[in-house]
């Protein structure tokens, strides 16, 4: 894994832009912190920091390659599965390779294959090829957008950027946050529109979509999409099918040059992905798998259930870590180091977070990195199965809206009087909702539950997963450490789309097909433990000290905060611990403290990036 960053310029030579092109790279020194380096030409320019996974001599990028007397210069970041079957495939055709990186074998298969090679490529990845020859760049981004890809297009000019924090470095970029990047901030955070990239002029490039740009312009093209037809198979055969996708999945996942641990909540998904690793393992005769699990400082003192969060995690990941033998490390954080984090948060990811869920898994990740490079987590799995409750409450599901967000009239009252006029949060929110419903594939054999539980399964995908992946990438590379995430697989994604949903509730259960497809690979109290979301803390400590902050915010008569926010209402909240009116402020965990932390990053964050409010 890897930080990439280029600019593309016909108004200059770039040769002379090193300066400033390495200013871009140096802010994903996190993503990068094994090398860093820097190419130039008259009117392209890249920037890469690595994280060495994979052939430390043979995969340094940015990497050029000369063929049929055309040259190519590529800078990657990510992951391919299928590198060997492409590189045969490749060699098969007459190219050579001098090394064993997938990075080579990513640019042989553009060069050979042009935008067609998208089509062949199961893996993580955000990627530029410049082609010397006719001046021009491709840019793309993996199917499910597992790796983050911004830039912005002006006149005569394009930069792009793995993270916005590159983008932003450049001379020509502000800090600038117009009505639709406040209306995503307030109205839909700690998610985004897809495509936008909040700050003013600057976007993201969707997950499937690939980008050209030459003299006459830039073209975004959608090269992915899910289609919807009938399932081919019973139940049996889905299980069976689902069950080997998953091992060969798992085990292309496990090749690296580096150490590789596993995630382990003790829930159904991190357990199969450990089990299945454990046995790769076994039949590859080597040492007993890494296991990594995180719980909070008395989290048994202090633990609460909930109809969102059933039970604790701790008796799970003992039973599950002692049942496959697996080297395991217990992660323990303290409250006090978790809420020193929050800032620390959102200068990885560049915008207002998860609020704790954050500040918990970058230091989480700090501590598999002292052990390992890589690790196997398992998002993903809950959107592509329909674990979460709006799949199974039809008074949840068949709300027009997003299911996970129904705070929309708490999030208008925290805006000052100003501000509610200007951004009719309510109307932007329904729109983006909407958009992404009228963009769901259809299937004519859908019964009207079926083609709004397709829509509630589209709409966890474009906006939920998209979300959690975010989040997974940004924390996990601010410790640099590489996470790959196999449920997120594409041929898997694609299978189980059509599964009907009762299937996928086979035996009544939630994410039943996958239980019944994991039978016999771990045992029958994780297989039917009920779904608990990632741990939050309960312990006063936290609360204490996030309160704390928020009282220094309140305490200060210009912070930025209050530019839209309104003060007295966040003051209201913050006296009573943080409204909870039932459903959280976003996704199953976001009330509380943890939405007092959301806007205390808020504020830190138009600070941190000195953001200017654009009011017209």
């Known amino acids: 894994m890897c930080g990439i960053t280029g600019w593309i310029d016909w108004r200059r030579n770039l040769r002379g832009e090193q300066k400033q092109v390495k200013q871009m790279a140096e802010t994903l020194n996190r993503r990068g912190p094994d090398a860093m380096e820097i190419w130039t030409t008259e009117h392209a320019a890249f920037g890469h920091a690595r994280l060495i996974v994979v052939d430390p001599e043979g995969g340094a990028q940015p990497m050029t390659r000369k063929v049929n007397n055309r040259t190519y210069t590529i800078v990657y970041n990510g992951e391919l599965y299928n590198t060997e079957e492409l590189r045969n495939g490749l060699l098969a055709n007459g190219h050579t390779f001098n090394g064993h990186s997938d990075t080579e074998v990513l640019l042989k298969a553009y060069i050979e294959w042009g935008s067609s090679c998208l089509e062949k490529l199961n893996g993580i990845f955000a990627f530029a090829v410049w082609n010397d020859q006719d001046e021009s760049l491709f840019m793309a ?24 924090k590159a983008l932003l470095a450049h001379r020509d970029i502000e800090a600038v946050v117009d009505r639709n990047g406040l209306a995503d901030v307030m109205g839909l955070a700690p998610s985004r529109t897809p495509g936008h990239g909040i700050f003013k002029d600057v976007y993201e490039l969707r997950p499937g979509h690939c980008l050209s740009y030459d003299r006459n312009g830039a073209k975004i093209s959608r090269y992915w999409r ?45 357990s199969a992905l450990t089990a299945i690793a454990a046995n790769v393992y076994k039949k590859q005769g080597k040492d007993r798998v890494l296991s990594y699990s995180i ?74 990195k002292q052990d390992v490079t890589v690790g196997l987590s398992g998002e993903c799995a809950d959107e592509i199965f329909g674990g979460y409750p709006w799949f199974h409450k039809p008074e949840v599901m068949n709300i027009d809206g997003f299911p996970w967000m129904r705070s929309i009239n708490e999030r208008v009252e925290l805006l000052n009087d100003d501000w509610k006029k200007k951004l009719d949060l309510k109307t932007y929110v329904y729109d983006r909702y909407k958009e992404t419903i009228q963009e769901t594939p259809r299937f004519e054999g859908d019964t009207k539950e079926e083609a709004r539980r397709r829509e509630i399964s589209y709409l966890n995908m474009i906006w939920f997963m998209t979300n959690l992946l975010d989040r997974k990438d940004r924390m996990s590379m601010g410790a640099s450490l590489e996470v790959r995430v196999p449920f997120s697989d594409h041929r898997l994604v694609e299978y189980v789309w059509n599964i009907p949903w009762e299937m996928k509730r086979y035996d009544g259960r939630e994410k039943g097909i996958l239980r019944k497809a994991l039978e016999g690979l771990v045992p029958n109290e994780i297989l039917y433990r009920k779904k608990s979301p990632y741990p939050k803390t309960h312990h006063p400590t936290y609360t204490e000290a996030v309160k704390a902050e928020m009282n220094t915010v309140l305490a200060q008569k210009d912070a930025p905060l209050f530019t839209f926010i309104n003060k007295d209402k966040l003051q209201e909240i913050a006296d009573s611990g943080g409204f909870d009116t039932g459903a959280p402020y976003f996704g199953q965990l976001m009330a509380g403290p943890q939405l007092l932390a959301h806007f205390v990053q808020m504020d830190y964050w138009l600070k941190a990036y000195n953001i200017k409010i654009e009011e017209s």
């Open 226 to 270: 899910l289609k919807s037809e009938a399932h081919p198979h019973g139940a049996e055969e889905s299980a069976t099918y689902i069950r080997e996708l998953l091992e060969d999945t798992v085990e292309r996942q496990l090749f690296a040059d580096v150490p590789v641990g596993m995630f382990l909540s003790g829930g159904i998904d991190s």
């Open 141 to 164: 981004r993996d199917r499910l957008g597992v790796k983050p890809l911004f830039y912005t297009v002006k006149n005569g000019y394009l930069l792009f950027a793995s993270e916005l």
């Open 295 to 368: 719980d909070y400082e008395e989290n048994e003192k202090y633990f609460k259930a909930s109809n969102f969060q059933p039970n604790a995690d701790a008796e799970f990941v003992k039973k599950m870590s002692t049942y496959l033998g697996t080297n395991h490390r217990d992660c323990v954080i303290d409250n006090a180091v978790l809420a020193n984090l929050l800032k620390e948060a959102v200068l990885v990811r560049d915008t207002p977070g998860m609020a704790d869920v954050d500040s918990s898994l970058l230091w989480f990740c700090k501590e598999i």
